[in-house]
């Protein structure tokens, strides 16, 4: 190209130095959004050229293709941070969020944070992964710091800040063999429930009973209102969360929602009884209130409760764990041993997938294939008159 042959709209401009020698500048004129007629200058034709061509380039394109070209630009941590306000703080229970923003400062934060979402991809999130179980992070906090970061993803996704979720494509790692369930018998349930008493813990000795023979989650037991006692079922639509009610809510996967559950008699004596002590509540008060407060439980309760109070208990009455949440599996385990209901009803009064009650209760399934089937009734008496009640 001569000298004086310039591309379309490109000016020269020569500028005379304090030296005497000359030098050239190279000037676009362009509109600006406002509509104001402007002038940039370059050092070089090229440098002009490129500034024309992503005028050209921005004016051609539509708005969301401009969205598409700017996507992903925030980094993770700032768009954590919306993510927390408008989503997590909107839908996610009070124990959820304190895990998450646990595995979030502690595991995702100082790896991935400082990264723009849109160079977080799945080779990314596989390599983040080693690294946490090559430091030794259990396997457990690795899951569910993938499943937050999962949760965020597609979050990003319907705001149209990521084109895809990288997370979802990556396999999260295997927790390995679970433990077998050991169900409780009815006679290892009264004798928890005798020592309690005799320890001076009558409500907590209620309270396992209620476990025991509903197969209700402390979260449901420990909110149960009067108004749920009915003549023959226990209806189940809340759960404690921390201090809160949480309604049970019809969900694809875990199917937690509201039930009923069948009462047996033994545990219809023990309502009543329940009722006289409190004088009579009214249907809205809660069955088992914390002793100190009044109202409901909060985790710190909860946790105080089962070291100071279960765990000893249990311990003397020589029970193979000491977790409360094992009680319901005596539930499932007489319900599947009485043979009155099929699987898909047991999971029902559980609140469980059928396929989740057959994979934890196949030993207790099969072990109860051909035996002559029970009465809980009659089994819940004769463990109370053998244990002395």
Not at 22 to 31: E, L, Y
Not at 118 to 138: K, N
Not at 344 to 366: F, N, P, R, W
Request: with cysteine; glycine share 6%.
């Amino acid at each position: 190209m001569s000298r004086d042959a310039l591309p379309p709209g490109v000016e020269r401009r020569t500028y005379t130095r304090r030296d005497g020698s000359k030098t050239d500048s190279f000037a676009v004129r362009f509109t600006d959004d406002e509509g104001i007629r402007r002038r940039r200058s370059f050092d070089t034709v090229d440098d002009a050229l490129d500034f024309l061509a992503k005028r050209r380039s921005a004016k051609r394109w539509r708005p969301d293709e401009l969205r598409q070209e700017q996507r992903g630009q925030r980094t993770l941590s700032e768009f954590f941070d919306q993510w927390w306000r408008d989503y997590a703080m909107v839908d996610l229970k009070r124990s959820t969020l304190k895990t998450y923003r646990c595995v979030w400062k502690t595991h995702a934060q100082p790896h991935l944070g400082y990264l723009a979402l849109r160079d977080i991809d799945s080779p990314r999130i596989v390599r983040f992964r080693g690294d946490l179980l090559r430091d030794g992070v259990g396997v457990q906090s690795v899951v569910k710091t993938m499943a937050m970061l999962q949760g965020v993803f597609r979050d990003a996704v319907e705001a149209g800040e990521a084109s895809f979720n990288p997370v979802k494509a990556v396999r999260k790692p295997s927790p390995g063999p679970t433990r077998e369930v050991h169900p409780l018998t009815p006679r290892q349930i009264e004798r928890l429930a005798m020592d309690l008493d005799l320890r001076g813990y009558g409500t907590s000795s209620f309270l396992v009973r209620l476990m025991a023979y509903t197969g209700l989650r402390p979260q449901e037991a420990l909110a149960l209102h009067w108004y749920a006692v009915r003549p023959q079922t226990l209806l189940v639509e809340l759960a404690n969360a921390d201090g809160q009610l949480d309604r049970l809510k019809n969900r694809k996967r875990s199917r937690k929602r509201s039930r009923t559950i069948d009462l047996i008699r033994p545990l219809q004596e023990d309502l009543e009884c329940r009722r006289q002590e409190l004088d009579h509540p009214e249907d809205q008060d809660l069955i088992v209130p914390h002793e100190v407060t009044g109202g409901l439980w909060l985790d710190e309760h909860y946790r105080t409760w089962r070291r100071r109070i279960y765990a000893p208990s249990a311990a003397n009455a020589a029970l193979p764990s000491n977790r409360p949440y094992d009680l319901r599996h005596t539930w499932a385990s007489l319900l599947i041993a009485e043979k009155r209901l099929s699987i898909a009803e047991v999971a029902e009064q559980l609140g469980d997938k059928i396929s989740t009650v057959v994979d934890t209760y196949t030993h207790v399934i099969h072990e109860w294939r051909g035996r002559k089937n029970i009465n809980i009734e009659r089994e819940v008496r004769n463990a109370r008159k053998a244990a002395g009640w």
